[in-house]
């Protein structure tokens, strides 16, 4: 197993009252699994896949990465994190002033050099097909661009998990068919992804459907 989680809860608290999100909730997931999570919007799909991907700590329960607790300590935590997560999320927060090929490189240069960075960055773009954008910047790139763009600035450290909440809720029709095709690929790869949806459609390209309900 490359992830798993072992009996998960969270709750929130809001005021006086306590939000239920998860409770005793198990998973596993092999090394190249495509897992879809699907669920109302409230149901908990993106605290499930902040707490699975080390951005948020359960309340209670353990989440495993090759065998190991990632909440163990927070320097380990880091170190997963930066070399073996990527995240994408619903907007791409890619930086304005950067153009698409620094805006993949920098997250690069913590674990190598500045030029390996750039071949990387410039490797990962070529294979998504932007090589004729990698000098625009983001308002010069579609919104398809850009989330592809964002893609590749989370696999410049080679992630062995890649987590998606929502890529594609902000693209219209074509432009989320065209970043599917890109998970769909990099899955291919070898690639295990979370992928986040509330799209019956877009969830059916993964190989298994996780589907979660409010509590
Ligand atoms: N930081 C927070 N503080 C309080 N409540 C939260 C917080 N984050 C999420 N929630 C609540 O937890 C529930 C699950 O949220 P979320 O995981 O974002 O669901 P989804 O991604 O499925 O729409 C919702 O009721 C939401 O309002
Ligand atoms: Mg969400």
Do not use: C, W
């Given at each position: 197993m490359i992830l798993e989680a072992k009996n998960l809860y969270k709750n929130y608290t809001k005021g006086n009252s306590i939000i239920k999100v998860l409770e005793n909730f198990s998973f596993e997931m092999e090394k190249g699994d495509f897992v879809a999570v699907v669920g109302p919007?409230?149901?908990?799909k993106s605290t499930l896949l902040h707490i699975l991907g080390g951005l948020e700590k359960p309340d209670d329960g353990f989440v495993l990465f090759n065998g190991e607790?990632?909440?163990?300590?927070d320097k380990n935590l880091d170190n997963i994190r930066n070399e073996h997560f990527g995240f994408v999320f619903q907007?791409?927060?890619?930086?304005?002033?950067?153009?698409a090929l620094e805006n993949v490189a920098i997250p690069g240069m913590i674990n190598g050099s500045e030029k390996d960075a750039f071949e990387r960055a410039r490797d990962i773009l070529a294979k998504m097909g932007l090589e004729s954008r990698i000098n625009h910047f983001p308002k010069e790139l579609s919104g398809g661009e850009q989330q592809r763009v964002a893609i590749a600035r989370a696999l410049i450290n080679s992630p062995s998990v890649l987590f998606a909440d929502e890529?594609?809720?902000?693209?219209d029709k074509d432009n989320s068919k065209i970043v599917i095709e890109e998970f769909k690929r990099l899955n291919a790869e070898g690639l295990s992804i979370i992928l986040v949806t509330h799209d019956e459609k877009i969830a059916s390209v993964a190989k298994r459907i996780l589907r979660v309900e409010k509590l």
């Amino acid at each position: 197993m490359i992830l798993e989680a072992k009996n998960l809860y969270k709750n929130y608290t809001k005021g006086n009252s306590i939000i239920k999100v998860l409770e005793n909730f198990s998973f596993e997931m092999e090394k190249g699994d495509f897992v879809a999570v699907v669920g109302p919007s409230g149901a908990g799909k993106s605290t499930l896949l902040h707490i699975l991907g080390g951005l948020e700590k359960p309340d209670d329960g353990f989440v495993l990465f090759n065998g190991e607790n990632i909440y163990n300590n927070d320097k380990n935590l880091d170190n997963i994190r930066n070399e073996h997560f990527g995240f994408v999320f619903q907007f791409h927060y890619l930086l304005d002033d950067f153009t698409a090929l620094e805006n993949v490189a920098i997250p690069g240069m913590i674990n190598g050099s500045e030029k390996d960075a750039f071949e990387r960055a410039r490797d990962i773009l070529a294979k998504m097909g932007l090589e004729s954008r990698i000098n625009h910047f983001p308002k010069e790139l579609s919104g398809g661009e850009q989330q592809r763009v964002a893609i590749a600035r989370a696999l410049i450290n080679s992630p062995s998990v890649l987590f998606a909440d929502e890529p594609t809720g902000n693209l219209d029709k074509d432009n989320s068919k065209i970043v599917i095709e890109e998970f769909k690929r990099l899955n291919a790869e070898g690639l295990s992804i979370i992928l986040v949806t509330h799209d019956e459609k877009i969830a059916s390209v993964a190989k298994r459907i996780l589907r979660v309900e409010k509590l």
